[in-house]
């Protein structure tokens, strides 16, 4: 079993990792920290883990854990995924694991010095939807894939939340443009080549809230748009010589919609759903982290797949400041 103390008492954690972890077959949550003690207990009681520490150095330094979960804001990602790497732990980092590509050849220093596994958390490479997407596309079924669509949006106009505060990492792109992008690039094996796109910002926050996005992939076209002060609407449709794909929840798994995917071939004569109730891609990256971690063979994202996926993202900031083209 590995055991993963959990760097904060963040939400995403609470509402999603921490009860996948537990619910998974080869690890278990030992230890939660957190700046407030008591903050952390009450997490720890909540969730019936043994240990709490009041502060996060403290279970970087015990022998109670063997890797650690790191949900804070995306700011500190780096400085603490480091820290935990040269304690010897194993790391899984939420996304985005990084601000700036070139921010990401640290982790890959600190990972190969401590001898560590340092993964992103993009939960969707380890859901059924996507590894049927990718299956499909693999096999050729729906012929000459010509273009892919997306769509990613959401509504939130608080003030105090991390999203909406640049010095904390906050704008749509790190929080939910790095999908689309990931989405493609997983289920394609391709890299984008160059982008158009324009991205507009809060006039309040200072973050950015919309972006238009249009990248070249050599042998196909990726366009999708995010947003954070739109309905929420999520969306991923490939489209081929001979047929489409469309994927209906493909990122939050069942809550905009059923966990399928859809082929319909060219002349809408047939189409086949595939369904995956229940994906539970929480627990399955929790457990293929874990079997990683402790010497087996899984598929995780790798370091250097996460510095092409941010490459990618920092292309389309530069790509916002100007007309035309941008090279990733």
Known sequence: MLRFGILSTARIGQQAVIPAIQDAENAVVTAIASRDEARARAMADRFSVPHAFGSYEAMLASDLIDAVYIPLPTSQHVEWTVKAADAGKHVLCEKPIALKAD??????????????????AFMITYAPVWLKVRELLANGAIGRLRHVQGAFSYFNRDASNMRNIPELGGGGLPDIGVYP???TRFSTAKEPLRVQATTERDPDFGTDIYSSVKADFGDFDLTFYIATQLAARQVMVFHGTDGFI?????FNA???GAEEVELTDQKHGRSEIFRFPDSRQYKRQAEAFATRALGGEAEVVSLESSRLNQRFIDAVYRASDKDGWETV
């Open 103 to 120: 921010e990401i050849d640290q982790l890959i220093a600190a990972r190969d010095r401590n001898k560590v596994l340092i993964a992103e």
């Open 181 to 183: 992008t990931m989405a």
């Open 246 to 250: 469309e994927v209906k929840s493909p």
């Open 254 to 256: 069942d809550r905009y």
